[in-house]
């Protein structure tokens, strides 16, 4: 299990790596991020300020991962490749991972 994680994670940063267009998350569709999380990721995540709840208040809101100083998109990447329990392995195309990245990174309170 853990070498699958591993590879997976090597598999994005090659990708990455090899297509400095993939990395730019300028390229990515936070409206199709919200779209794309409000189908997969609502069951359990708050993903926008329209939802009204959590299936669990242990979870955290998009809006709370979004304001931790210590989010990127880079470590985003990491959690949704390498799911944590109970997180479900959500099969995501890197496309739908970066919308949804961007989406995560536009709730961030202007500074």
């Not at 779209?35 to 979870?59: F, P, Q």
Request: aromatic share 4%; proline share 8%; net charge positive.
């Amino acid at each position: 299990m853990w070498l699958r994680n591993a590879l997976a994670i090597l598999g994005f940063c090659i990708v990455v790596q090899s297509s400095p267009a993939l990395a730019q998350i300028g390229l990515a569709d936070p409206k199709r991020g919200l779209e794309l999380s409000t189908r997969v990721c609502s069951g359990c995540h708050i993903v926008s300020s329209a939802s009204a709840t959590t299936a669990n208040a242990d979870v955290p809101t998009f809006s709370a991962i979004a304001r931790r100083p210590e989010t990127t998109a880079e470590r985003l990447a990491g959690r949704i490749i390498v799911p944590h329990p109970p997180m479900p392995n959500v099969q995501l195309t890197i496309g739908e991972m970066r919308d949804i990245i961007a989406y995560i990174l536009s709730l961030r309170p202007e500074r």
